[in-house]
């Protein structure tokens, strides 16, 4: 549908900016991500998945990158994270993907509104999000390929 189409072009513009292509000319990488199910912040579960998919499989990458999902509630407060309850109670879900890199925005997509200053205050919110994440990815890779 519409919507898988939209998140579909959404991993595809925010992997290709990580994967360095130049390195292997005329070589396809597919990706397939199947949604078991959603239980909220979907889009950000596929980014994260995304990432860890590529570095598993030994892509050369200019950085990694991670999804933070934050909902805006109607009285202001910024929720990370949230369950798809909340995203239905939210006035606005914005999806961030963050790179390993400066913590450089990749990609953004906003459902609902809002303004400039909460969204500045919920990507001050999704980069700090991002170190956890990002600390999570080294744990995993660790925890992988350790000899024990």
Do not use: W
Request: proline share 3%; hydrophobic share 45%; charged share 20%.
């Amino acid at each position: 549908g519409v919507l898988e189409r939209s998140r579909e072009q959404l991993l595809r513009q925010t992997c290709e900016a990580v994967v360095l292509g130049v390195l292997h000319p005329r070589t396809a990488i597919s990706l397939v991500l199947q949604v078991l199910s959603d239980a909220g912040s979907l889009l950000s579960c596929c980014l994260n998945a995304a990432c860890m998919a590529l570095l598993d499989a030994g892509l050369p990458l200019a950085a990694l990158f991670c999804g933070v999902t934050c909902a805006l509630q109607p009285d202001g407060t910024i929720l990370l994270d949230p369950t798809a309850r909340q995203e239905q109670e939210a006035r606005a879900i914005l999806t961030f993907a963050i790179s390993s890199s400066e913590r450089k925005v990749l990609m953004s997509t906003t459902k609902g509104s809002c303004s400039v200053e909460e969204m500045q205050q919920c990507l001050a919110a999704a980069q700090r999000a991002a170190t956890t994440i990002f600390q999570f990815y080294r744990d995993s890779v660790r925890r992988r390929y350790s000899k024990s």
